[in-house]
């Protein structure tokens, strides 16, 4: 089946590193993507990865795939007041025509 | 510019009303989605064209009717609003139906 989920809330402080985590099903998934989405606003890709790679940075984020065990992590260093929106991650399935599946979001809270 | 568009930003109807969201994309992407975004911030894709022709349907009620005009637009019509459809609605393009998605803005629809 298709499905992915993440927890639904994270507040870290200030200056602090974030980790948010996920799982997804398929096994056929190609790429994995981290999206955010800030209050009232649409998604904005920050970073994806390829299937058959293990860890991807990119600035203050650090993406871990873990495909045995189908576990996709994303690691904000030094979290920020910005940083605060949704998380999501999504699943791009193979098969006819891709789909991308999302999970269910994570709300990032960063406090003083 | 805008890449992705979606009009209106904002819709509020009554229950039975048919109404209708548009979208358009100047990124000369061959692929464009329909994204439903419930209370819950939980996102799922509805509908997938490439080149003018559907190729997703996921289980949608039939009340919900897209139509592509050409390969830079994809209307949302539906008839017979009921509750349940109050949402944010996620217009997406892609080069491809592989490609990296890019989202508009979402359109909040609220059925009263």
């Known amino acids: 089946g298709e499905d992915v989920e993440q927890s639904l809330f994270l507040s870290v402080r200030e200056g602090d590193s974030s980790v948010i985590n996920c799982t997804y099903t398929d096994s056929s998934s190609t790429y994995l993507y981290w999206y955010k989405q800030e209050p009232g606003a649409g998604l904005q890709l920050l970073t994806y990865?390829?299937?058959?790679?293990d860890m991807k940075q990119d600035q203050r984020l650090t993406v871990l795939l873990n495909k045995k065990d189908k576990h996709l992590s994303l690691r904000i260093a030094d979290t920020q007041t910005g940083d605060s929106a949704i998380y999501f991650c999504?699943?791009?399935?193979?098969?006819?025509?891709?789909?991308?599946?999302f999970g269910a979001g994570t709300r990032l809270a960063v406090h003083p | 510019d805008t890449a992705v568009s979606q009009t209106p930003k904002y819709l509020v109807t009554q229950m039975g009303n048919d109404k209708s969201i548009k979208c358009e994309q100047n990124?000369?992407?061959?692929?464009m989605y329909w994204y439903k975004q419930d209370s819950k911030k939980f996102l799922k894709i509805m509908f997938s064209?490439?080149?003018?022709?559907?190729?997703i349907n996921e289980t949608v009620p039939n009340r919900f009717s897209p139509k592509s005009p050409d390969k830079a637009h994809l209307n949302l019509h539906i008839n017979s609003l009921e509750l349940g459809d109050s949402a944010v609605y996620f217009c997406?393009?892609?080069?491809?139906?592989?490609?990296?998605?890019?989202f508009g803005e979402g359109s909040r629809l609220t059925v009263l």
């Open positions: 997406a393009s892609s080069q491809d139906p592989n490609g990296e998605l890019f």
């Open positions: 064209y490439n080149n003018k022709e559907l190729i």
């Open positions: 990865i390829f299937s058959n790679m």
């Open positions: 999504a699943s791009l399935v193979s098969g006819g025509y891709n789909k991308l599946i």
């Open positions: 990124l000369g992407h061959d692929t």
